[in-house]
């Protein structure tokens, strides 16, 4: 059923059914399923308290038991499965799921979570079916911490992904949802450092044309019940408050849409980001601006409830405000089936952890991964004596927005049962050391009671450890020393960020009391315990573990971290046992081909609330590369990562990526390699080649800095919609037609034919550029795909109808979107670089016009170009300012204004102290306006003004003479921290 005929359905279905049964006379109107959801949200909401509706605004909305309403709590965090709320089906990581380029995939990814969802639902009340997911932020650097939970660098083929997975996790019932999913984070937020105070600086092209793009085309969809605002700022006001929230979300869409902020957020709007004097005023602005649930203070909603209660006492909201944002609640409540047990169709739901979810998990896995390079070894040939190496090679990896594991598949377990234990040979490849103290002792893990006895949760039935019962306990034995030692396995995951893991697997971990101990199946946690430094000091090391940021320390109980003043840190002499490169060498020689198999680990270098430095692989595993290749047998390089690298891929004879996958990771790349499935996952991100390819991580202007695969003018590792597959496949007969006016599409089509021996997976791309554009438009741009299965010798003849609204840019001289006459390139082929064929079509549209400057004037931020310019705020309730950057000074550009028959005076609407120069085209200033220090006068010079208040919202007119005509570039120069918002001009 498309989306059009869904919300068709939903829209006759909530005016109330005749048939249903009515109501007992006593039970309210609210309870009456023939009414229409408003009339019953209307009911509802003239039954409750003032109190009873502020409390709802918090996460936790209380229970009301005077009209049996129970508890109910937004934000169930469900990216790739189930999180945080114990084992679910896990499947890859979003980024993964980008990588299958396959809508109706992800589609029914989303509907198995969604059961999922339900299932546990019924049996832990807990979880809630207002979903967190998915995130829809595009991948626009690659160093961003939580590329893992992004789709694509590209905003329509996010847009697809996100689009589909949504569907599946609402449902397709016209009037129920299964779950209510929200959208995060809006917006323009791809930066943990200082995340909850940075400022995107964003200018309106790339805004519209860019950040905005990803999100509107998912809540038109109407799959979406909501979003979540981002830590950060956007041209310098929270996004919290922002009034896009306003301007643009809630004008995309007639629902009701639910906005959740982030956790701790509300608060951050006074504690960290000073936007506002007090939590009251801090509360009821993100209220007005369109924020319906607050999530903060955990579960105490107590904090929120007299922050709004001092809002309304004060006067800065009305009951009128919380009624706007409590109706929101309560329509996804209704649609959520809250009220109507007896009708949700969702109700009593077990789909969980069922023989079709496990194949799915498996599915997705395969179709995400991705082979990057393949000189004819892969598929490996039967009777291949394979090494199989790295640190990642028998893992398993989960992340922070993980469930926990049903089932595990690691690459070798996966290889052993598929090409038989006697033609494989593991070596993981790390260090092996032991840690000896400045008294000659060594570090020491004591052995764990192994009874089998479970009384003290350690150990399972079979008296083997149970890993997901080992992290943080504290009545495990600390470390100590001895004569002998502990061989640890030492793993550097980059930048000096170690983990120490012991013979039995179990890491090295400190808990709230401080020791250490051998407790942790593997890294994690808010805060990861599981990892250390090793700091050279004087002969040896000292350990820091980088948890607590403390050394640590051998005390008379046990080893810990130093926290008195009287124990000093422990020196460390670091004993070498074997070389990881030793290990790897010694059984590569032994074999035909070496898979090496490299990565992160998601809780470690990368993850929320820490962006990565570099594209480059962690030394140690570079150095496992090295001696893999050094070996003399083929090498194939396997990585299992959450975003690109940067890697030398000289001497490999093959490369493939994947996303860490879920419980299936290993079982699909060892299907992959033995050639049972031919890949056909495609980058939904560029892989630049070096990091000097890269612009600053707080660059939100993709057009200015030539970012992503639209605008990167160098060349890549790897392009943006690349793979490669293990069948080959021919494109022809390329057609366009339909170049209608407004309203229209242009429908494209070709044949694509697999001339390989295998079946296969292609994904046939289309993409489209402007031949002549009158302004910067992108290099080329992803406008349909589509993922096709063929048959040896088979053909398909894939159509792809593209609107013409698709060929726009947003027109800054004008405030609008608009299609530029003329002709523009349509290109199809196996990825972004990688095109076999094009031809051109001519559309109509609305040719250029000049700005009409001397009737509107000029908003400063909608330049065509600019240097040394960033975007603020231009009042802390709505609009947008320029001002120079760190440099102190900046430029901005004009093109084709029109000042008619002539204008004698220019006037500019600024704030603060400095100079704005105007100059036509690249000559000398014409018109020179100082701005005095505020309260002395209007200054001297060309320049005169008024105003004289001192704060950055306090702005003050000031005019100058200037002598223009016709249609001509302006140019300003700024000097000094001021703001300047607005430019006019008068004849």
């Avoid at 709590?73 to 945080?84: D, F, I, K, P, Y």
């Avoid at 999922?116 to 650097?141: C, F, K, Y």
């Avoid at 060929?807 to 003329?822: I, K, L, N, Q, Y």
């Amino acid at each position: 059923m498309s989306i059009e005929a869904l919300r068709r359905r939903c829209a006759a279905a909530s005016q109330g059914d005749p048939h249903v049964t009515p109501p007992s006379p006593s039970a309210p109107p609210f309870r009456d399923q023939r009414l229409p959801f408003a009339k019953r949200i209307d009911d509802l909401l003239g039954r409750l308290t003032l109190d009873e509706k502020v409390s709802f605004l918090h996460q936790f909305a209380p229970a009301v038991p005077r009209l049996g309403i129970a508890a109910f709590r937004t934000g169930q965090e469900a990216l790739h499965g189930v999180a945080w709320m114990g084992p679910a089906t896990v499947f890859p990581q979003a980024v993964g799921l980008g990588a299958t380029w396959n809508p109706e995939l992800v589609r029914r990814v989303g509907e198995a979570v969604s059961k999922e969802v339900r299932a546990m639902r019924s049996r832990d009340d807990r979880v809630g079916l207002n979903v967190w997911s998915p995130t829809v932020n595009l991948l626009r650097h690659p160093l961003w911490g939580r590329n893992e939970e992004g789709y694509s660098e590209d905003p329509r083929l996010t847009s697809a992904i996100a689009v589909a997975y949504t569907r599946g996790l609402r449902g397709d019932h016209p009037v129920y949802w299964r779950t209510a999913p929200v959208l995060k984070h809006w917006l323009a937020h791809n930066n943990e450092t200082a995340r909850d105070t940075a400022s995107s600086s964003v200018r309106p092209r790339v805004l519209h044309e860019y950040d905005l793009r990803a999100f509107r085309e998912t809540v038109e969809a109407g799959t979406a019940a909501g979003v979540m605002p981002a830590y950060n700022l956007v041209n310098g006001r929270p996004n919290h408050v922002s009034p896009l929230l306003r301007e643009q979300l809630r004008a995309w869409t007639d629902d009701d849409l639910l906005v959740c902020s982030d956790a701790g957020a509300p608060s951050n709007l006074v504690d960290s980001e000073h936007y506002f004097d007090t939590h009251e005023e801090a509360t009821a602005a993100a209220l007005l601006a369109g924020v319906d649930s607050f999530t903060d203070h955990g579960t105490d909603g107590r904090t929120i409830v007299a922050r709004v209660r001092g809002a309304l006492d004060q006067g800065l909201l009305t009951e009128a405000d919380v009624d706007i944002a409590v109706r929101r609640q309560l329509s996804v409540r209704f649609r959520l089936g809250e009220f109507d047990p007896d009708h949700d169709p969702h109700t009593g739901v077990d789909d969980f952890d069922t023989p079709a979810h496990r194949a799915l998990a498996q599915e997705s896995a395969e179709q995400a991964i991705v082979l990057l390079g393949n000189d004819g070894l892969l598929p490996l040939a039967p009777g291949t004596r394979l090494a199989v190496v790295g640190l990642l090679a028998d893992e398993c990896k989960l992340d922070w927005y993980s469930g926990s594991l049903l089932h595990r598949s690691t690459p070798l377990e996966a290889l052993y049962e598929r090409f038989g234990a006697e033609h494989v040979e593991f070596a993981e490849g790390v260090d092996r050391v032991r840690l000896r103290t400045s008294a000659g002792t060594f570090l020491h893990v004591p052995a764990v009671d192994d009874a089998g006895e479970d009384a003290e949760g350690v150990r399972g039935t079979e008296g083997a450890l149970d890993p997901a019962l080992l992290a943080g306990r504290t009545d495990l034995p600390p470390l100590t020393t001895d004569v002998l030692g502990t061989e640890f396995a030492l793993v550097d995951w980059g930048e000096g960020v170690l983990t120490l893991r012991a013979p039995d697997g179990r890491y090295l971990s400190v808990a709230d009391d401080g020791y250490v101990r051998a407790s942790a199946d593997q890294p994690g946690g808010w805060v990861v315990q599981e990892t250390f430094r090793l700091e050279p000091h004087g002969n040896g090391h000292l350990l820091r573990h980088l948890g607590t940021g403390r050394p640590v320390c051998v005390a008379a109980d046990g080893v810990r971290v130093a926290d008195e003043p009287d124990i000093g840190p422990e020196i460390f002499e670091l004993v070498l046992v074997e070389r990881g490169e030793d290990a790897v060498a010694r059984v590569a020689a032994r074999a035909d081909a070496v898979l090496v198999v490299a990565g992160n680990d998601p809780h470690i270098n990368g993850r929320e609330t820490e962006d990565r430095t570099t594209l480059r692989l962690p030394a140690q595993q570079e150095r496992l590369l090295r001696a893999a290749r050094a070996a003399g047998p083929r090498t194939v390089l396997a990585l299992v990562s959450a975003y690109p690298y940067a890697f030398g891929a000289g001497g490999l004879s093959a490369v493939l990526w994947t996303a860490h996958g879920g419980q299936a990771a290993g079982t699909a790349l060892a299907r992959v390699l033995a050639g049972d499935v031919s890949p056909a996952g495609r980058l939904p991100q560029t892989w630049y080649a070096d990091d000097a390819d890269l612009p600053d991580l707080l660059d939100y202007d993709v057009i200015g800095s030539r970012q992503t695969y639209q605008y990167f003018e160098g060349t890549p590792l790897f392009p943006f919609g690349h793979g490669l597959s293990y069948a080959s496949f021919a494109y022809a007969d390329l057609t366009a037609d339909g170049t209608g006016g407004t309203g229209g599409t242009v429908r494209v089509s070709c044949t694509v034919t697999n001339t390989g021996a295998v079946t296969a997976d292609e994904v046939p791309q289309l993409y489209l550029r402007a031949a002549a554009p009158s302004v910067v438009r992108p290099r080329r741009e992803l406008a349909a795909h589509t993922r096709i299965t063929l048959a040896p010798g088979a053909s398909a003849r894939p159509v792809f109808e593209v609107p013409l609204a698709a060929f726009g840019f947003w027109d800054v001289a004008h405030g609008r979107w608009r299609v530029e006459p003329g002709p523009y390139e349509l290109l199809v082929g196996a990825s972004s670089e990688d095109v076999r064929l094009r031809t051109a079509v001519t559309l109509g549209g609305a040719s250029a016009a000049p700005r009409p400057v001397r009737e509107r004037g000029l908003g400063a931020a909608d330049f065509d170009e600019q240097s040394g310019i960033v975007i603020v705020d231009r009042t802390k309730a709505s609009g947008d300012a320029v001002t120079p950057g760190p440099a102190g000074t900046g430029e901005l550009v004009y093109r084709d204004c029109d000042f008619g028959a002539g204008v004698r005076r220019v006037t500019v609407t600024v704030a603060g102290t400095g100079t704005v120069e105007v100059s036509l085209g690249g000559g000398a200033p014409l018109a020179t306006l100082p701005l005095p220090a505020p309260g002395s006068g209007s200054g001297s010079g060309s320049g005169s003004g008024s105003g004289s208040g001192s704060g950055p919202y306090d702005y003050r007119t000031l005019g100058a003479d200037l002598a223009a005509e016709g249609v001509r570039d302006l140019r300003l120069r700024l000097r000094g921290p001021l703001r300047l918002a607005h430019v006019g001009f008068s004849g």
